[in-house]
């Protein structure tokens, strides 16, 4: 039985495989009453959103969380830019990544750890096409000598 305080809510799959991630943050998310009933219920969307850096504060921007559905007289805005919670220093080591020239702050997952709702940060470089095709080309291979590996064994 699956822990229900330890659950993924919604993965970015687009971002891992458009983007090499180099290095991986674990952040808060501030999300008001309606929003985190909608979280729960899994009606939440990564893929196309990002995270951005103003004011050393870090936010997520275009991350589609759906209106709650027994939400009162004022519904929230699906997709409001939204503050994620790092220590200062995280945020300075971010920043100084960032720094470099390609790099970008994609958000890869959201999930619950411990009760609270937690977003997974990756730093990603953008792949080319011929990445791309380089990567699925190597896995070919693994997935080819693995099935020859099991046929003679």
Same mark, same amino acid.
Do not use: C
């Given at each position: 039985?699956?822990?229900?305080?330890?659950?993924?809510?919604?993965?970015? #799959? #687009?971002? #891992?495989?458009?983007?090499?991630?180099?290095?991986?943050?674990? /952040?808060?998310?501030?999300?008001?009453?309606?929003?985190?009933?909608? !979280?729960?219920?899994?009606? !939440?969307?990564?893929?196309?959103?990002? /995270?951005?850096?103003? %004011?050393?504060?870090?936010?997520?921007? %275009?991350?589609?969380?759906?209106?709650?559905?027994?939400?009162?007289? /004022?519904?929230?805005?699906?997709?409001?830019?939204?503050?994620?919670?790092?220590?200062?220093?995280?945020?300075?080591?971010?920043?100084?990544?960032?720094?470099?020239?390609?790099?970008?702050?994609?958000?890869?997952?959201?999930?619950?750890?411990?009760?609270?709702?937690?977003?997974?940060?990756? !730093?990603?470089?953008?792949?080319?096409?011929?990445?791309?095709?380089?990567?699925? @080309?190597? #896995? %070919?291979? @693994?997935?080819?000598? /693995?099935?020859?590996?099991?046929?003679?064994?």
């Amino acid at each position: 039985m699956s822990d229900p305080n330890n659950t993924t809510i919604a993965q970015n #799959r #687009r971002a #891992r495989h458009d983007y090499e991630i180099l290095q991986k943050f674990e /952040a808060g998310i501030v999300l008001t009453g309606p929003e985190i009933k909608s !979280v729960r219920e899994h009606n !939440v969307q990564l893929q196309g959103s990002f /995270a951005r850096i103003r %004011d050393n504060e870090v936010w997520l921007q %275009d991350v589609h969380i759906a209106p709650y559905s027994n939400a009162g007289y /004022a519904p929230h805005n699906p997709v409001r830019d939204r503050k994620l919670l790092l220590h200062k220093k995280e945020i300075a080591k971010i920043n100084e990544l960032l720094g470099e020239r390609g790099l970008t702050l994609v958000p890869l997952a959201m999930y619950f750890k411990r009760g609270k709702a937690k977003v997974e940060l990756g !730093v990603g470089r953008g792949l080319k096409r011929y990445d791309k095709r380089q990567v699925l @080309k190597q #896995r %070919d291979i @693994k997935k080819d000598m /693995a099935q020859a590996l099991r046929r003679n064994a």
